[in-house]
């Protein structure tokens, strides 16, 4: 992996997009607007992803390993107020979306801090997060305080021991609590993501999706990409969207293809033939959405990734602990945007996995 650098309950629902002000009273809207983020083949990066820690309370099959995890020195990760600062350069270049992953976000002491102070930063249109629930009833009052918007849930299995199987931790019940609490709490919208992955999802399906339509929340099943930390993703345990889509249409009807505002969003989304419900394909392998990419992601130590999949990263956090301006990290995230590939490719005979694993990148 090569580093790069400039040198080398009672529900209460918000209405989508609509957010509080969390600004003071008097303080400016101060934005300085540099060139937006295009790359060489015409996309305008506008979202950004941010994993804020590499640790994790669960250990996925699909992500890390089961023993044996080494995680990042603490003082390795990128401090809160490193990360707003980058926030505030990066929001003057166009970027206008971020979501807060890791590892597991709720992990991370104090994320509610750091939640407030990026809602805060102007430009800043859209906060999301993404995670894995076990500690979301805990925290969703503190979250919806300081200013987060939406949040994503993984849940891939509806019994016990099928979560188990798939998380090797227990905690199904504390993860329908996360969710229920997140509703309480007005998030808009809350998805549940589910890894399809061939032997663990094909039970799964029907009953994640009737459990999605019966609590009105939307649900999306990603195709398993090969980031685990175990290397043992194979093609064939790929469990394609459109096997689960036949699945479904099998016990629920037609699906119906839903309108897709937004041409950058990674999932085709469709509605049930009754009206109730909608649900989501994110199809990296059999259907990649690459053409439309418009992100860029910060590992938690501080690196800049243009891809998931991406061989390279651009270090910002030398830049920001040593002493280097707003314009040099500008001009690190421009370097790293300016390579970024047409595709990643992974259904290339010829692909590489990158070295990280989902945890360390920030999925
Ligand atoms: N810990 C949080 C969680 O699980 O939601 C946030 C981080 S996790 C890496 C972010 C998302 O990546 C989750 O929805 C998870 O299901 C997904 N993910 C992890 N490994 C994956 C893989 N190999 N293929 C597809 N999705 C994966
Ligand atoms: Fe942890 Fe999320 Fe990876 Fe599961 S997918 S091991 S919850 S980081």
């Keep these: 992996m090569g580093r790069m650098g400039p040198a080398s309950g009672c529900i209460r629902k918000r209405g989508a997009g609509q957010r509080r002000d969390l600004r003071m009273p008097g303080e400016e809207i101060e934005m300085r607007i540099g060139e937006p983020l295009i790359d060489n083949w015409g996309r305008r990066h506008t979202r950004l992803r941010i994993s804020v820690t590499d640790r994790c309370n669960s250990r996925c099959v699909y992500c890390m390993p089961e023993r044996g995890v080494v995680f990042r020195p603490r003082g390795d ?10 926030v505030r350069v990066v929001a003057g270049l166009g970027v206008r979306r971020v979501r807060l992953t890791g590892g597991e976000p709720l992990v991370r002491e104090g994320i509610d801090r750091l939640v407030a102070s990026l809602a805060r930063v102007p430009g800043i249109e859209d906060l999301g997060l993404t995670t894995n629930g076990l500690l979301l009833a805990r925290w969703a009052e503190a979250l919806e305080r300081a200013g987060l918007q ?16 798939i998380s090797r931790r227990e905690g199904l019940q504390q993860v329908l609590d996360g969710i229920f609490a997140a509703q309480r709490h007005g998030f808009e919208p809350i998805r ?16 994640l999706a009737a ?10 099943f990603i195709e398993f990409m090969p980031l685990d930390g175990q290397g043992g993703w194979q093609s064939y345990r790929v469990l394609r969207g459109e096997e689960i889509r036949a699945q479904l249409e099998a016990h629920f009807g037609r699906l119906i293809p839903a309108p897709r505002p937004d041409p950058s969003q990674p999932a085709v989304d469709y509605r049930f033939a009754d009206g109730r419900g909608r649900i989501g394909f994110i199809d990296p392998f059999t259907h990649p959405s690459c053409g439309w990419c418009n992100r860029l992601r910060l590992t938690a130590e501080g690196q800049v990734r243009n891809c998931l999949f991406a061989a390279g990263e651009w270090d910002v956090r030398a830049i920001l602990r040593g002493g280097g301006s707003d314009q040099d990290v500008a001009s690190l995230v421009r370097a790293c945007v300016a390579c970024k590939k047409p595709a990643a490719g992974i259904a290339s005979p010829t692909f590489l996995p990158p070295e990280q694993a989902m945890y360390q990148i920030g999925g």
């Design 77 to 86: 990760l990128l401090t809160f107020e490193e990360i707003e600062r980058f």
């Design 150 to 165: 939406r949040v994503n849930i993984s849940l891939d299995a509806l019994d016990e021991a099928s979560y188990c199987r």
């Design 192 to 207: 549940l993501n589910a890894v399809a992955i061939r032997g663990l999802t094909e039970d799964q399906a029907i009953p």
């Design 211 to 220: 459990f999605a339509r019966r609590h009105d929340v939307e649900l999306r």
